[in-house]
């Protein structure tokens, strides 16, 4: 009789957990976002690259955290992302911005933007020079392969002065943490 029930109950829940069809939603800019692990340079030469010439002020152990968030934004659009300075973090040097910046996902960069409202301080902007996410192209502290981030910005706050967010992104893994 036991074996019977058995049986019997089996059968329910086997005829009972059908498959649904659920498809979650997904982001449209979902290859673009995530947490990134950064260190935060000036670009005292305004040439776009990471060189001897410029000034690291903040490198991946002095954040103590990922440092920028991209993500999607209410929109759900393939050409925008939210880009935001982790509100955690405990750094003494904090430029405090949130704003959207215009991205091309086939090629993975961040589009040229002038003056976006910045959504942390009002009456403030950031302007977007370039930036682009190169996929598997940074080594993490485990050894693991990650994407790499790079951005280039110019806050309003501090006109003429180019600074730039270099990293990878946070893999979550402990073994991975500065």
Same mark, same amino acid.
């Given at each position: 009789m036991k074996n019977q029930i058995y049986l019997i109950l089996l059968i329910f829940l086997a005829v009972s957990c059908k498959k649904e069809g659920y498809k979650p939603s997904v982001s449209n800019t979902?290859?673009?976002?995530?947490?990134?692990?950064?260190q935060f340079f000036q670009d005292t030469d305004k040439d776009g690259k990471i060189t001897s010439a410029d000034n690291l002020y903040i490198?991946?152990?002095d954040y103590t955290m990922y440092a920028l968030i991209t993500s999607n934004t209410s929109g759900n659009t393939n050409d925008t992302v939210l880009i935001t300075e982790n509100p955690n973090l405990k750094s003494t040097l904090r430029?405090?911005?949130k704003f959207k910046s215009p991205v091309k996902i086939a090629d993975l960069t961040? #589009?040229?933007? /002038?003056?976006?409202?910045?959504?942390?301080?009002?009456?403030q902007s950031v302007s977007m020079i370039?930036?682009?996410?190169?996929?598997?192209?940074?080594t993490t502290l485990s050894g693991a392969?990650?994407?790499?981030?790079?951005?280039?910005?110019?806050?309003?706050?501090?006109?003429?002065?180019?600074?730039?967010?270099?990293?990878?992104?946070? #893999?979550?893994? /402990?073994?991975?943490?500065?």
């Open positions: 979902v290859d673009m976002s995530g947490r990134w692990w950064v490198s991946y152990e430029l405090l911005f961040f #589009t040229a933007s /002038p003056n976006s409202p910045n959504l942390s301080i009002p009456g370039s930036g682009k996410i190169l996929k598997k192209a940074a392969k990650a994407d790499s981030i790079f951005v280039e910005m110019e806050f309003s706050d501090d006109p003429g002065t180019w600074y730039i967010y270099s990293g990878h992104r946070d #893999t979550g893994q /402990p073994e991975d943490q500065y």
